[in-house]
T-cell receptor, first 113, second 113 residues
Framework: NAGVTQTPKFQVLKTGQSMTLQCAQD?????MSWYRQDPGMGLRLIHY???????DQGEVPNGYNVSRSTTEDFPLRLLSAAPSQTSVYFC????????????FGSGTRLTVV | GENVEQHPSTLSVQEGDSAVIKCTYS??????FPWYKQELGKRPQLIID?????GEKKDQRIAVTLNKTAKHFSLHITETQPEDSAVYFC????????????FGTGTKLQVIP
C-alpha cells in the first residue's frame, strides 16, 4: 500500500491564483481530513469528510473548498490564494473515524507571494 | 468545541533522562487521546494512544497516563535517546462518532547527547 499520497510536495503561488492540493489513500479509509501546520499553532483542521459525498468544515475553513466524490480522493481547493495561506498542508485519513488514529500524508509546502 | 493545551512548548533533556509532556482538554465527552511524533521535515506519525477506560498505557520506553477527573493526559519517555528528538503533538476527540480531532500546539523535544 502507498498509504496517503499528497501532491505536489512544494508549490509557489501568486496572490489571487487558485490551485488544488491532491490527496489520495489506498487503505479504504472512510475518514479523511485536511490540516494546516503553522509555527507555534500546531495542526488546525480545515475540512474533513466521513465518507464519499459527505464533507464538513473544521476550525479554519475560509478560503478553502473540498469535495469527496470517491472514497480514495479528497482534494483541497484554494479559491484565491492569499499570503495568509502560506503553510504546510497535511492530509490525514483513518479507517472508521477519529478514534482509529490518523495516517498522514507527507505534506505540501505552499508559499503564496 | 474541544480545546487542547500542551506544555511545555520546548523541552531539552540529557540523553538517558526522562521527558514528560502534558496536555489538558476541555470537553469531558472526549474519550480518545493519541500522541504523534513529527521528525524535522517529515509527517506526523502515531506513536501511542489511550482511551478513556484506561488510566495508563506503555509501549517500551514510552507511556501515556490519563486523569479523566482533571482532564489531563501526559506522555512519558524514559531513557531518552537522540532519535527521540522531534516535535510531539497530543490530540483529543470523541471516538463514538465522526467528531473533529483537536491537536495541541506541539512540544519540541531536544535530547542532548
Amino acid at each position: 500500500n502507498a498509504g496517503v499520497t499528497q501532491t505536489p510536495k512544494f508549490q509557489v503561488l501568486k496572490t489571487g491564483q487558485s490551485m488544488t492540493l491532491q490527496c489520495a489513500q489506498d487503505m479504504n479509509h472512510e475518514y479523511m481530513s485536511w490540516y494546516r501546520q503553522d509555527p507555534g499553532m500546531g495542526l488546525r483542521l480545515i475540512h474533513y469528510s466521513v465518507g464519499a459525498g459527505i464533507t464538513d468544515q473544521g476550525e479554519v475553513p475560509n478560503g478553502y473548498n473540498v469535495s469527496r466524490s470517491t472514497t480514495e480522493d479528497f482534494p483541497l481547493r484554494l479559491l484565491s490564494a492569499a499570503p495568509s495561506q502560506t503553510s504546510v498542508y497535511f492530509c490525514a485519513s483513518s479507517y472508521g473515524g477519529p478514534g482509529d488514529g490518523y495516517t498522514f500524508g507527507s505534506g505540501t509546502r505552499l508559499t503564496v507571494v | 468545541g474541544e480545546n487542547v493545551e500542551q506544555h511545555p512548548s520546548t523541552l531539552s533533556v540529557q540523553e538517558g533522562d526522562s521527558a514528560v509532556i502534558k496536555c489538558t482538554y476541555s470537553d469531558s465527552a472526549s474519550n480518545y487521546f493519541p500522541w504523534y511524533k513529527q521528525e524535522l521535515g517529515k509527517r506526523p506519525q502515531l506513536i501511542i494512544d489511550i482511551r478513556s477506560n484506561v488510566g495508563e498505557k506503555k509501549d517500551q520506553r514510552i507511556a501515556v497516563t490519563l486523569n479523566k477527573t482533571a482532564k489531563h493526559f501526559s506522555l512519558h519517555i524514559t531513557e531518552t535517546q537522540p532519535e527521540d528528538s522531534a516535535v510531539y503533538f497530543c490530540a483529543a476527540t470523541y471516538s463514538g462518532g465522526y467528531q473533529k480531532v483537536t491537536f495541541g500546539t506541539g512540544t519540541k523535544l531536544q535530547v542532548i547527547p
